[in-house]
């Protein structure tokens, strides 16, 4: 098996059983905010496009390109398309032309002309933009595992399927959170570095569950080129930002799995696997450009700014007139859906102020109210560009988390903690997704089974999105971290120390 990186979490897989292209990406993501790093247009993307089955893991731009697809892909390619509860991915891919559509089915290997395929997906309202995934795949000279941004919770599912060879893994993550927030610089500082040490200990988390001889750590991070999102490039220009990279990975990882060979995987890094021998080169920079693009790298991004203007000035002029009635149509569209959405209202429980260019909005959540904002005290409030949420409503966009958030061109600013549900509110503007979310939160009870961790007893399912903390949890200071997404319980009340609500169950033997 051969596996050649494409950038971020592009990868193109040739089997003895015919050749996968999966998440390309090369056109800037999320209202321009978002390029691949390093650059990736010197890769011959016509030959990747002529692979036998097409493979999009979700619905996030930077893994579903459309403009690439129509350019290089044919619409006759089979697509391998995940097991979702909304059907928004197919609908998108179809629009497109891409109606070759091989359903693959959650926990069900297939198999064709002796490759065997698992798609995994993952369908609970926090991941990615409902519904992300992970793709299995084995030919008999290799298993491999794009695990991408996927977090699978059934991890012994994933090992069912063969030992795997090869891991292909995110590591640095992609949130607004911290260097969005209404913060003091020394305050932003110290979330982000407690959100990289996050990313790295979650990643870390799934390499000792996998086990495989070789990672190699992709789907991050992206490149921000625009003079406002610059300074987020990295750790940071003031260390304020998130994103480490591959190489800061790798050294951490040497440390932490001596045994485990990780390799840097960028655009034109092949990675050949046979029966256990792996070989890696590239092909797109030589040794020395890539050492110069990380030991280097604010001048990499300079240059990359420098030269790449135009494509913001083209994402620009795309985005729609703001209308007159902008309030008006944001009301007539949240309204319907806060009405439907009972469980997610009452988990918000607080106004929500939106200042919009010159419209200033408040959704009341407990009355399931847009107005227009009149001092009220709102307990979270964001201040977004009133261009992004035009073209939001030109396009009918149902996921504002997954554009105008993940853009990082807005600002943000709450009283106590993340609230989870306000952003599942925020990407499910659809009464298909609205409808989805309030059956998923509304089947989600505790087993009541509780287990033993150290000197506490503790309920075994997460209260987040129900992991099995015998194997996910760990307790220091009388305070539960569960390494599926770290968040933090006290035990002593059950209170969770992330986001309103989720309480935990437990008492000290
Ligand atoms: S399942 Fe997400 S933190 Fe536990």
């Known amino acids: 098996m051969r596996v050649t990186g494409l950038g971020h979490a592009g990868l193109f897989i040739e089997t003895l ?36 089955y097409l493979y999009v893991s979700h619905r996030h731009r930077d893994h579903f390109d459309p403009k690439l697809l129509t350019q290089v892909v044919p619409t ?8 979702y509860p909304t059907d928004d991915l197919e609908s998108d891919l179809r629009s497109l032309g891409y109606n070759n559509i091989l359903y693959t089915k959650a926990g069900e290997v297939i198999e064709r002309n002796g490759l065997r395929i698992l798609v995994t997906p993952m369908r609970a309202p926090s991941d990615g933009p409902v519904g992300d995934s992970s793709l299995s795949l084995d030919d008999g000279t290799a298993v491999i595992l794009d695990q991408n941004d996927a977090h699978p919770l059934d991890i012994d599912a994933l090992l069912g399927f063969g030992k795997v060879d090869a891991y292909f893994t995110q590591f640095s993550g992609a949130i607004w959170w911290p260097m969005a927030y209404d913060l003091t610089l020394e305050e932003k500082q110290h979330f982000a570095q407690l959100k990289r040490e996050a990313q790295t200990k979650r990643a870390q988390f799934y390499i000792n569950k996998i086990d495989a001889p070789h990672v190699f750590p992709m789907a991050g991070p992206p490149m921000f080129l625009d003079d406002d999102l610059f300074p987020f490039n990295g750790q940071g220009k003031n260390g304020e930002s998130i994103f480490t990279d591959q190489v800061e990975f790798l050294d951490v990882l040497k440390q932490s799995h001596p045994e485990t060979a990780g390799h840097v995987f960028l655009p034109g890094t ?10 890696v080169t590239n092909e797109l920079f030589s040794d020395a450009e890539i050492a110069d693009m990380f030991a280097n790298k604010w ?3 300079e240059n990359q700014r420098t030269t790449r203007q135009a494509e913001l000035v083209a994402e620009k002029a795309s985005r729609a007139p703001v209308p007159a009635d902008l309030f008006e149509q944001v009301k007539a569209w949240w309204e319907p859906l806060m009405k439907r959405a009972p469980i ?3 988990g918000i429980g607080a106004l929500v102020r939106f200042t919009i260019g010159d419209d200033d909005l408040v959704a009341d959540f407990p009355k399931g109210e847009v107005r227009r904002y009149n001092d009220e005290a709102c307990r979270y409030w964001f201040t977004i560009p009133a261009d992004l949420v035009a073209t939001n409503l030109r396009d009918h966009e149902i996921d504002w988390s997954n554009s105008i958030f993940l853009s990082v061109r807005f600002t943000a600013g709450r009283i106590g903690k ?6 599942t509110f925020m990407k499910c503007l659809s009464e298909q997704r609205i409808d989805y979310v309030e059956n998923w939160y509304s089947e989600q009870s505790d087993t009541g089974e509780d287990i033993r961790i150290d000197d506490w007893l503790v309920q075994r399912r997460c209260p987040h999105l129900r992991a099995d903390l015998s194997k996910a949890g760990t307790i220091e200071n009388g305070v539960l971290t569960c390494s599926l997404h770290d968040w933090k319980f006290d035990l002593a009340s059950g209170r969770c120390l992330t986001s309103q609500g989720h309480e935990i169950r437990a008492s000290k033997i």
């Open 418 to 423: 993340f609230n989870e549900y306000l952003y």
């Open 344 to 346: 997610l209202c009452d």
């Open 17 to 52: 059983g015919g050749s996968v292209l999966c998440d390309p990406w090369v056109h800037p993501a999320f209202f321009g905010s978002w390029f691949p790093f390093p650059d990736n247009r010197g890769l011959d993307w016509e030959k990747f496009g002529k692979a036998d």
């Open 76 to 83: 006759d390619i089979t697509v391998l398309l995940p097991e």
């Open 270 to 279: 092949v990675v050949d696997i046979n029966n256990g021998n792996v070989t």
């Open 299 to 301: 001048a990499y991004f």
